[in-house]
């Protein structure tokens, strides 16, 4: 089976695990989507993640982190979609939440958050915030 949106499956797994409060989640795993997965960890945003290739299919699992009983990942959203590219340039990226979130960028220099980009002044796609 063909994903059209691997990212918008990724994020729609990690918000349905959330819902029901598990602990972990596991999803076709990716070069971008470990990326992503890096970035939610040095966030704070989940516990840890694990490649594991099982039979030629790498898996990703996620250990998701709670606080008193609540998701630490509040809202997780796609901004950049297949049908719509959102670009933008390094003094053009979103502040998300005022400060408290962070939006994943993939730039020409890899994947970053929109700190990261802004400090390295550097624009790209917009793929998803999370706050």
């Known amino acids: ?75 997780f959203e796609r901004i950049s979609k297949p049908g719509r590219r959102i670009f933008s340039s390094a003094s053009g990226l979103p502040k998300i939440n005022n400060g408290l979130g962070i939006a994943i960028i993939s730039t020409p220099k890899g994947v970053m958050t929109d700190m990261d980009a802004r400090k390295q002044k550097v624009g790209g796609e917009i793929i998803c915030k999370v706050f």
């Open 1 to 75: 089976m063909s994903l059209s949106d691997p990212i918008g499956d990724m994020i729609a797994r990690v918000k349905n695990a959330q819902a029901r409060s598990h602990k972990k989640v596991e999803l076709p795993s990716s070069n971008f989507k470990a990326k992503i997965a890096d970035i939610l960890k040095n966030e704070g945003f989940i516990k840890d993640f694990k490649v594991a290739n099982e039979e030629k299919k790498p898996i990703l699992s996620l250990e998701l982190k709670y606080h008193s009983g609540n998701p630490v990942i509040s809202n």
